[in-house]
């Protein structure tokens, strides 16, 4: 069965560096996410995209934050310049359409360590 | 704004009992209502939806779920755990593109 995957599993950073996480989603799916939860909260919505554009963001996605599919495979969220609040798991998942009958399916996860 | 709450963040159960799992959610709109389940490291698995028509749905491993409209509810049930069933279990409503989820409940099934 086709899964959506994630590298790296455990990213650690310096606080004020840039991090990209990167996710393949499925194959034949037209909308990707991202949603992050820090430990011992629940799973929040970042962003939606499709059609190499942003469909719809959350109020946690501000200017640190930029996602981009460079290529026909990938799927990357940048953090620009991390802070200590940033450690989360980031998730990615993928739709084959966006509508709200679809199945989000989710990877494994990036745990995203920011000393 | 669309919402979830778990209303119990930890269900220590032993095996081969029954257990249910709370979930309220708030909503002005007609709502798409989905639990998912999170095993240790991994990601999120779809466990079952709500979409539209029966409001009891049956999803994998012998979960099931109700729909009460009335109550704001979408409760989570197994008649018989199994030690495997262990993990935490996440309610969420659609809202747009985006999967609102609850806080999550620590499902801990015991011999």
């Known amino acids: 069965e086709p899964e959506v995957t994630q590298t790296p599993s455990h990213q650690v950073t310096q606080m004020g560096q840039e991090v990209i996480l990167r996710c393949v989603p499925i194959?034949?799916?037209?909308?990707f996410y991202w949603y992050r939860q820090i430990l011992g909260q629940k799973v929040e919505f970042l962003v939606s995209f499709y059609n190499n554009e942003i469909s719809e963001k959350s109020e946690i996605f501000d200017d640190q934050f930029s996602v981009e599919r460079p290529d026909g495979s990938n799927f990357t969220l940048k953090i620009r310049s991390t802070k200590l609040e940033d450690s989360a798991m980031y998730f990615c998942?993928?739709?084959?359409?966006?509508?709200?009958?679809?199945?989000?399916?989710f990877g494994p996860g990036t745990r995203l360590t920011v000393l | 704004a669309q919402s979830v709450t778990q209303l119990d963040s930890q269900v220590p159960v032993f095996e081969e009992a029954p257990v249910e799992l709370r979930c309220n959610y708030s909503s002005s709109v007609s709502v798409y209502l989905f639990w998912y389940v999170q095993y240790p490291n991994q990601g999120l698995q779809l466990l079952l939806k709500?979409?539209?028509?029966?409001?009891l749905v049956k999803g994998i491993n012998g979960f099931e779920a109700e729909f009460n409209k009335s109550q704001t509810s979408f409760h989570l049930r197994k008649p018989s755990v199994h030690i495997s069933d262990t993990a935490e279990y996440f309610c969420?409503?659609?809202?747009?593109?985006?999967?609102?989820f609850g806080k999550g409940t620590t499902l801990s099934v015991s011999s």
């Open positions: 969420a409503v659609q809202a747009g593109t985006a999967l609102i």
């Open positions: 709500y979409l539209s028509g029966s409001t």
């Open positions: 998942a993928s739709t084959p359409r966006g509508k709200g009958t679809d199945t989000q399916y």
């Open positions: 194959s034949n799916h037209l909308y």
